[in-house]
């Protein structure tokens, strides 16, 4: 049998991790394992030190951290220790094992003055978990001078793994058509919203190709939340019951303790120069996803 490369991605149940180990089996040459922070902790780097031979010469995928900007600004500590220390611990890990490694970035290391955003923008983040990621991506390139960055915008996936926009929002919304609210305000602040499953295919064919230096990665198009919001309502059958009304962020936003770009646009130059833009529409990437049955919890009677 043929050889593989091994791939350990770190934070391998979080929403990007589980998204890596479903699109893993598109890639035979790859044998990627995804262990939990159960199993895997990366502010432990005796834990880390562990998997030194199962994934020498291969690659690492560091997913783990804590995707979270308010529980950051409020246990500044405990998000340090596992957004900078844990990529510090996973880089070292990398050394030793001469494994290469990708470092997925968060947009929100840019603060959205310009847009569509270069990928020689120099970073400025808005909120203290954009300062810890920019740390973290300090701490990689310092060490591994040929490591794939590859900067992200805002995504969804994972079903009940997901802690983003989709995620939080669908069951909101449906309390409220159980409440008989027939009108629902989500704010204007314009995101990317790109599929899990979608970065995760596209960053496992940049392994396989050996890739390495900076990316950016993001759907096609662009869109408010109150857009998304208006597909998921066409999306789970909820047309005839419920109405989204645009407001402008700020009067959503009251309870955010860390500042987001208004409008943050990726440009994904550099995948599309080099034939590698593997993303797809917006519309359709959420459409299929709220297809799975696990929203089935959501949708009115009539519509199932």
Not at 152 to 168: I, L, P, Q, S, T
Request: aromatic share 8%; hydrophobic share 45%; glycine share 8%.
């Amino acid at each position: 049998m043929e050889k593989t490369v091994p791939v350990l991605v770190t934070g391998g149940r979080g929403m990007l991790g589980r998204a890596l180990a479903l699109e893993a089996s598109r890639f035979p040459a790859l044998t990627v394992h995804t262990p939990g922070r159960e199993e895997l902790d990366v502010r432990d780097p005796a834990a880390l030190d562990a998997w030194a031979d199962r994934v020498a010469g291969g690659w690492i995928i560091h997913c783990a951290a804590r995707v979270d900007v308010e529980g950051c600004a409020r246990e500044p500590d405990a998000a340090r220790e596992t957004i900078v220390t844990g990529t510090r611990n996973a880089v070292a890990l990398a050394r030793k094992a001469s494994a290469r490694f990708v470092f997925p970035q968060s947009f929100l290391t840019y603060d959205g003055a310009t847009n569509p955003i270069p990928e020689d923008e120099e970073p400025r983040p808005l909120s203290f978990y954009g300062e810890l990621k920019l740390a973290a991506e300090h701490e990689v390139t310092a060490a591994i001078p040929d490591a794939t960055i590859v900067r992200m915008a805002g995504f969804f996936g994972g079903e009940e793994a997901d802690k983003n926009f989709v995620g939080r929002i669908i069951p909101v919304m449906r309390a409220a058509i159980d409440r008989g609210d027939a009108r629902f305000e989500v704010g204007d602040r314009v995101w990317q919203p790109t599929w899990t499953n979608d970065l995760a295919f596209n960053t496992l064919a940049l392994v396989a190709a050996g890739a390495s230096g900076s990316y950016q990665m993001a759907c096609r198009g662009e869109a408010t939340f109150a857009q998304i919001a208006e597909e998921i309502v066409i999306a789970l059958g909820w047309s005839d019951r419920l109405k989204v009304v645009t407001v402008a962020a700020t009067a959503v936003s009251g309870n955010e303790l860390g500042r987001r770009p208004d409008r943050a646009v990726l440009s994904c130059a550099r995948l599309d120069a080099e034939h590698r833009n593997l993303q797809r529409d917006w519309r359709a990437t959420l459409h299929a996803y709220l297809s799975h049955p696990f929203f089935d919890r959501y949708r009115l009677e009539a519509a199932r």
